[in-house]
């Protein structure tokens, strides 16, 4: 079985500043890794994927993350982030071969003006 | 664009009562699934479906029951609602492959 660690609950952070949003996981076979961003009272929407290939997967609005298949990592960044980024952001992890994915608990991005 | 639709965006339900929540999707996918959303537990899977009439357990199954009589959609039952299925509720579809989910707005569901 696969599980997703998203190691903070909330991350605070000044408008323009750039923010890292960890995400680690656990499984026993290869995975696929995904990142959504939910904004208030509405569904989840993809941010970015990493199926194969380069390790760094660039997704919408500026965001972007690292695949470290040895640390079992997929943190996601951006640079320079704007109020409009505050949202609840979920990592998740599908295993080759199934169509169950798993999601960490979500990380609450607050920007501060 | 897919669409996803939840039939409603907020429910008010008593206890003991049976609910209904449903979920229509408009691009053809194979794989249909129900989550539900609590502060602090991230989304959890309830059941999912991978083809008309056919459909599986996810992790938290116990409560509900699923019914997909046609492709395009798949209803999510609470036979005996009760205070512990207060929550959000959300639909998700996708295709075969390891591509991502499309979800619904989500279905707020208070039982009191």
């Known amino acids: 079985a696969q599980s997703v660690t998203q190691l903070d609950s909330q991350v605070p952070v000044f408008e323009e500043a750039p923010v890292e949003l960890r995400c680690n996981y656990s499984?026993?076979?290869?995975?696929?890794l995904f990142w959504y961003v939910q904004y208030p009272n509405q569904g989840l929407q993809l941010l970015l994927k990493y199926l194969s290939g380069s390790t760094l997967v660039k997704g919408i609005n500026g965001f972007e993350a690292e695949f470290n298949k040895s640390q079992t990592s997929f943190h996601l960044r951006k640079p320079s982030v704007h109020i409009s980024d505050t949202a609840e952001y979920f990592c998740?992890?599908?295993?080759?071969?199934?169509?169950?994915?798993?999601f960490g608990i979500g990380t609450k991005l607050q920007v501060i003006p | 664009d897919v669409k996803v639709t939840q039939s409603s965006r907020y429910l008010v339900k008593r206890t003991g009562e049976k609910v209904f929540l449903e979920c229509v999707q408009d691009m053809d996918h194979e794989n249909m699934f129900w989550y539900r959303q609590d502060p602090g537990l991230g989304l959890r899977l309830i059941y999912f479906?991978?083809?008309?009439?056919?459909?599986e357990k996810g992790d938290i199954p116990e409560g509900y029951s699923v019914s997909r009589e046609k492709k395009e959609r798949f209803s999510l039952i609470l036979e005996s609602a009760s205070t512990n299925q207060t929550s959000m509720y959300l639909c998700?579809?996708?295709?075969?492959?390891?591509?991502?989910?499309?979800f619904g707005p989500g279905t707020r569901l208070t039982v009191t």
């Open positions: 499984s026993s076979v290869s995975v696929y």
């Open positions: 479906s991978y083809d008309v009439k056919m459909k």
């Open positions: 998740a992890v599908r295993p080759g071969g199934y169509q169950k994915v798993t």
């Open positions: 998700a579809t996708g295709t075969g492959g390891p591509y991502e989910q499309y």
